[in-house]
T-cell receptor, first 115, second 113 residues
């Protein structure tokens, strides 16, 4: 299957700082990428849909000014958690699809800890 | 809110036994997928079943789909300790297969050696 690489896998940051997470499709062009958030022992919650060259579409309840998404190319989407707080600590996972296939390919996830 | 509910939330079995997990969803779907997640890791795609299919097999996995009951089941036969993980069903609500998935709550499976 196609490979999606997410970086970093773990990050610890101080409250008030911003953290950028990258999601790259390594061997295909991803017209659409998705960002999910997962709290411990819970399921994945869709945060936003990222389309190359256009603004991201955020799910209800997700603050777009806090979670900045940029999909500048067909192989890269970034999620920036701005002014991070301890409650933003979570596991963030991206997925990517070409749009013409049914399977979405997931990154390895990023464990964010805000101290 | 999440689309699906899964049961059981947790399942513990002995190696060699079969494990069955169930997933229910609320709205019409285009397809339903099952994923596995090892602790703290990303998701691994297991199997996809389309809305016009009733059963699908892949190795030791068997998935059924009942659209009239809006439910699906995942059966893992002859389980192994390496099958220990969390299992999630996910539904793609769009008719154009965008890859936008809504996940169920998940079942945590423990297979004891």
């Amino acid at each position: 299957g196609a490979v999606v690489s997410q970086h970093p896998s773990r990050v610890i940051c101080k409250s008030g700082t911003s953290v950028k997470i990258e999601c790259r499709s390594l061997d295909f062009q991803a017209t659409t990428m998705f960002w999910y958030r997962q709290f411990p022992k819970q399921s994945l919650m869709l945060m936003a849909t990222s389309n190359e060259g256009s603004k991201a579409t955020y799910e209800q309840g997700v603050e777009k000014d806090k979670f900045l998404i940029n999909h500048a190319s067909l192989t890269l989407s970034t999620l920036t958690v701005t002014s991070a707080h301890p409650e933003d600590s979570s596991f963030y996972i991206c997925s990517a699809t070409t749009g013409d296939q049914t399977e979405a390919f997931f990154g390895q996830g990023t464990r964010l800890t805000v101290v | 809110s999440q689309q699906g509910e899964e049961d059981p939330q947790a399942l513990s079995i002995q190696e060699g036994e079969n494990a069955t997990m169930n997933c229910s969803y609320k709205t019409s779907i285009n397809n339903l997928q099952w994923y596995r997640q090892n602790s703290g890791r990303g998701l691994v795609h297991l199997i996809l079943i389309r809305s016009n299919e009733r059963e699908k097999h892949s190795g030791r996995l068997r998935v059924t789909l009942d659209t009239s009951k809006k439910s699906s089941s995942l059966l893992i036969t002859a389980s192994r300790a390496a099958d220990t993980a969390s299992y999630f069903c996910a539904t793609d609500l769009s008719s154009s297969n965008t890859g936008k998935l809504i996940f169920g709550q998940g079942t945590t499976l423990q297979v004891k050696p």
